[in-house]
């Protein structure tokens, strides 16, 4: 502020220029009294700027190890401020505590932005991990329904393979939009009226595709027809993350089954496969991000599972042993949670 401030700002000079200059390069404060006789005085950028000292103090902002600016107070009177003499050494160490505040709390300031972003950016890491995780699904449905396709000459089933593979790109699209949202700063859930029967019906298809040839007997039984409010999309991300970890759990075959029932105010899901169970070792922390018991795997399905079902105000229960792993979740079947009663 001040007539001499638009002449000032976004003026950059080289280091260590004027007094002010020399004090932040030498961490040392001064007083000094007629500026003009001191040879380490800027005068050319004084009278630039219209400035002309006629006492000076100045300080070096000191944050730890860094000299990271300075402050300059500057008298202009000819004459001695109004019967005090020119500023002394208390005036000096005055100015020196208040730089050393100021300084601490730049400091400060500075390091609480750089810890924000680096915590974004390490949860964009962690979403964008996430995102190539559920990448694979559709790319390998796609790849799947693609070789069919090649094998086909009936033009009505090809058809009906590109409708599905049409799908699976609206998925990926989401998928990318989501994680775009995220980088935005919102997180929110989709939440839409859903008819339960269809979802069951679409969940029928895809996880069908994926347990398509691995001698995998499995069946999608729906107890309840009724509607409920979730994310769609995410929960149908939650069960090919479950389905995927049953696949892998059974290289030989086996039963996959999911079955949907209404429990008062709740919707129950339960996917239940018949593999060797989740290995010892993992099993106190599966839910957490990169936790893996197998050759190849990141970690990462689990975790994203969780995530969901938390966003959902859900529960979710693994039990586990040699005859076979079983998770149960409990979704709050309306939105009543949240104080809303969303139609969409
Ligand atoms: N149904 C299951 N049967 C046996 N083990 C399982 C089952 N589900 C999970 N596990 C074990 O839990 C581990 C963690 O699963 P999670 O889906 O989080 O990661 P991942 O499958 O190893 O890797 P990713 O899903 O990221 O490709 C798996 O590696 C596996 O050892
Ligand atoms: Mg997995």
């Not at 005068?43 to 000292?53: D, H, K, R, T, W």
């Not at 202009?76 to 730089?99: C, M, Y």
Request: hydrophobic letters at 40%; charged letters at 25%; a negative charge.
């Amino acid at each position: 502020q001040g007539p001499a401030a638009p002449r000032l700002v976004e003026r950059t000079v080289p280091h260590g220029t004027g007094l002010l200059g020399w004090s932040i390069k030498h961490r040392t404060p001064l007083v000094v009294d007629d500026p003009s006789q001191d040879p380490r005085h800027a005068a050319e950028l004084a009278s630039e700027i219209g400035v002309v000292p006629h006492h000076l103090l100045v300080a070096p902002l000191i944050d730890g190890e860094d000299a990271i600016g300075g402050i300059e107070i500057i008298d202009q009177r000819s004459s001695a401020r109004d019967g005090d003499g020119p500023w002394n050494t208390d005036d000096l160490k005055l100015l020196v505590l208040i730089a050393a505040q100021a300084a601490g709390a730049i400091g400060m300031a500075r390091r609480r932005s750089e810890q924000s972003n680096a915590d974004r950016l390490a949860s964009i890491g962690r979403m964008l991990a996430g995102l190539l995780h559920d990448l694979k699904t559709p790319m390998t449905i796609i790849s799947g329904y693609a070789q069919l396709m090649a094998a086909m000459d009936d033009p009505a089933q090809r058809d009906k393979y590109v409708e599905q593979i049409q799908r699976q790109f609206d998925l990926m699209a989401g998928m990318t939009r989501e994680v775009l949202a995220f980088a935005r700063g919102d997180t929110d859930l989709v939440m839409r009226k859903v008819y339960v029967h269809r979802f069951a019906e679409d969940l029928s298809k895809q996880l069908g595709a994926a347990v398509y040839g691995r001698g995998i007997d499995f069946e999608v039984e729906t107890r309840y027809d009724g509607t409920a409010y979730f994310d769609e999309q995410k929960l149908m991300r939650v069960f090919h993350n479950l389905a995927s970890n049953a696949i892998e759990a059974m290289p030989d075959g086996g039963h996959l089954r999911v079955a949907i029932e209404r429990d008062r105010d709740e919707l129950v899901w339960t996917v239940r496969d018949t593999g060797p169970g989740i290995p010892e070792h993992v099993r106190g922390r599966m839910f957490d991000l990169f936790a893996t018991g197998r050759k190849g795997g990141t970690g990462l399905g689990l975790a994203i599972v969780k995530k969901i079902i938390d966003d959902h105000r859900g529960m979710i229960r693994p039990q586990t042993g040699p005859a076979g792993t079983t998770f149960v979740i409990r979704l709050p079947l309306t939105r009543a949670l949240d104080g809303e009663q969303g139609e969409s």
